[in-house]
């Protein structure tokens, strides 16, 4: 049986309810990526041209440190990886925490909160990032309010599908 993962990282606490949700139905454990740095109110204002969430978007080497390690990473086989969607793609600390660890024969499911973006570039990201992982194209991406309020219902239905599809991958094996 695979041992599933759901980490997160969310920084007005949107993600994290979806996060909540597929942990529940997956019976996953949670990981929650915090920033040694926490964001505030005014380093998430995109309007502030040196705010620091454009000032690291803007540079794709930046990598936020954040604080605790998940030391039993190896332990899983199936990693969903949640966050909000800035600027095009998933926030920095998002790569800070792919590089942190050997993702080789895992999989990687993202799923993510977004403005209007959608996935945008995030796939090609994440593969950059975590290299040998097998990166799902099949993203759970909700646009922040609207859908987040029927997100229950969203997440049960996205994990029926991606359990469809893993079955079908599978006969084909």
Known sequence: MSKILVSLF??????????EEICKVEN??????????????QDLDYTVKDSRSNVEMADESSRPAFVKKCDSIADYDTVFVGFPVWWGREP??????LEAYDFSGKTIIPFLSHGGYGPAGTLASIEKAAPGADVEKNVLALAGGREMNSARQAVSNWLREL???RQARSARA
């Open 10 to 19: 969310s920084a007005t606490g949107t993600t994290r309810k979806v996060a």
């Open 28 to 41: 996953g454990d949670l990981y929650e990526i915090v920033p040694e740095t926490p964001y505030t109110k």
């Open 92 to 97: 920095s600390i998002i790569d800070t925490f």
């Open 163 to 165: 359990r469809q599809i």
